[in-house]
Structure formats: structure tokens, C-alpha cells
């Protein structure tokens, strides 16, 4: 979601966990006591309320510790950083995540709006996990894009030519070295092709479960039909995550830095 209310980001899951975890009832504790051993010696009372008053600053420091920061999703994504096909996904990523923010706010409070709200949570991982593939796509393109496989092949035809007429083992040393070369731009444009097939039909996805979504709030869907969303879009981060650890690999198999020495991006 864009920004969130402090009443929003108050009543999450990290604050639930600070409120009941053990650290947080054990720095309370310690608190107090260093609270009632300061001032025990000048006035009894005096100790025990200055320990509740240490304990509950502590206790409540930790809390408020654990409320999430109001930042927005898009911080840092700019589609055109990337070149094509990956500029597209992450501009319409930026599309579907807006569309959906929109239709929330519109919305009136009530148990739906902040199921809503929690999927929204989902979308922009899965937004952020768009950006994370475009960059790696993109700096796997450019890498692909340096690799002259025209001029490989002509190399590699002249090389074989040669090993056929000559005796000498480097001839065939260096048909072999070209054969390697062009092997590893094919798995890259192997890679590339797969990651782009992939990405469209997530961002269809995408798109479908942002429009249910909308549905939804404005009355006219199953509210049941949240959980379901809510599923959908667990589904696509998930797959998202898998396709960019998918680039992470093919990236560090290449390498991990462009021909030309253009370093990949960092997560």
C-alpha cells in the first residue's frame, strides 16, 4: 500500500510479536529492576514507582520499536532504468499496485478493507520482487547483447576449416574455445526467453488479481472471495521470488558481471 496510518501500522503482525515476546516481557523486567535498586535506598515507594515507570518506557519503547515504517513500495522503481521487454513489467506492476491502493482507500473501514489492506502488504513484495527481476533481466540482456554470435559463427566456420587442414592440437583448441562461447550465449537467450515467458504471464496474473481485488471493494464480490485473492497473490511472490533467484543463478553462472565488466545489480 502507498502510506498507511499510524492506527494501520500499529495493529500489524511485527507489533503482535513485540507485544507478547518473551524479549520484550524481559526488558520490562530488567528495567524495573534497575529502576527499584536506584532509587530503593532513598525512599521504598519511591523505588517501586520509579520500576514501574522504567518498565513500562521499556516495555513500551520496544513496542513502538516494532511498528513498521511508513514507507512506499515504489521508493527507488523507475521502469526506465530497465530497457524492454523488462520496462514494461515493472510499469505495469507500478499500474496494477496504484489501481489496487486506489480502490482500498475508497474503501470504509471494516474487516474486508483491512483484508485488503493485508493483501496490499503481499502486492508490494511482489511489486519490489518485479523490480529485483527486471534489474537482473536487464543486466542479463545487456550481457547477451555483447556476445557478436554472428561474428562467433564465422570465427568458429574459419577455426574448423582450419583444424581440418592442420596437425596442430591448437587449432582445435580454439574451435572448441568458440563452441564454448556461443554455448553460453545460447543459455543465456535460453534463460532470457524463459524469464520473459514467465513474467508475462505472471504480470497477467497479476493484473487478474489486482481486478478481483477491486471487485471486491466496491461491494459487488464475494467477500469470501478475499481468502482466494489473498491466495493468488501468495502464489505469484512466490513464483516471482523463484524466477529471480532463477536470474541470481544464471547471473553468478555467467559470472556474476557483464561482458565489458558491467557489475549485476544488488538486491
Known amino acids: 500500500m502507498a502510506r498507511r496510518s499510524f492506527r494501520d501500522r500499529f495493529w500489524s503482525p511485527p507489533v503482535a510479536r513485540a507485544v507478547t515476546a518473551p524479549s520484550s ?21 519511591l523505588g517501586v514507582v ?12 520496544r513496542v513502538l520499536a516494532a511498528v513498521p515504517r511508513n514507507t512506499s513500495a515504489t521508493a527507488g522503481i523507475d521502469p526506465f532504468a530497465v530497457q524492454e ?24 473501514a471494516g474487516p474486508l478493507r483491512d483484508r485488503l489492506a493485508e493483501i496490499g502488504d503481499r502486492l508490494d513484495d511482489g511489486l519490489q520482487e518485479t523490480w529485483r527481476v527486471a534489474r537482473r533481466g536487464h543486466t542479463l540482456s545487456g550481457a547477451r547483447g555483447r556476445v557478436d554470435t554472428g561474428a562467433l559463427e564465422a570465427e568458429l566456420a574459419d577455426a574448423e576449416a582450419r583444424q581440418a587442414t592442420s596437425t596442430d592440437p591448437r ?27 514467465t513474467l508475462r504471464l505472471l504480470d497477467a496474473r497479476l493484473d487478474e488479481s489486482v481486478t478481483r481485488a477491486i471487485e471486491l471493494s466496491t461491494g459487488t464480490g464475494p467477500a469470501a472471495h478475499a481468502t482466494a485473492v489473498g491466495g493468488d497473490v501468495e502464489g505469484i511472490v512466490s ?5 529471480r533467484l532463477a536470474l541470481d543463478d544464471a547471473g553468478a553462472a555467467s559470472g556474476g558481471t557483464a561482458a565489458g565488466g558491467t557489475p549485476a545489480p544488488s538486491p
Do not use: K
Not at 25 to 45: E, K, Q, R
Not at 50 to 61: D, E
Not at 239 to 243: F, H, P, V
Open 171 to 197: 587449432a582445435a583448441q580454439v574451435a572448441e574455445a568458440i563452441r564454448s562461447q556461443l554455448a553460453s550465449a545460447q543459455r543465456m537467450q535460453g534463460v532470457i526467453e524463459d524469464a520473459v515467458t
Open 239 to 243: 513464483e516471482m521470488e523463484a524466477l
Open 85 to 108: 521487454p523488462w520496462r514494461r513489467f515493472v510499469a505495469d506492476a507500478l499500474a496494477a499496485r496504484r489501481r489496487f491502493d486506489e480502490a482500498v482507500r475508497a474503501m470504509d
Open 50 to 61: 520509579a520500576g514501574v515507570v522504567a518498565a513500562g518506557l521499556a516495555y513500551g519503547g
Open 25 to 45: 516481557i524481559l526488558l520490562a523486567g530488567g528495567a524495573a529492576a534497575v529502576g527499584i535498586v536506584a532509587t530503593a535506598p532513598l525512599s521504598l515507594p
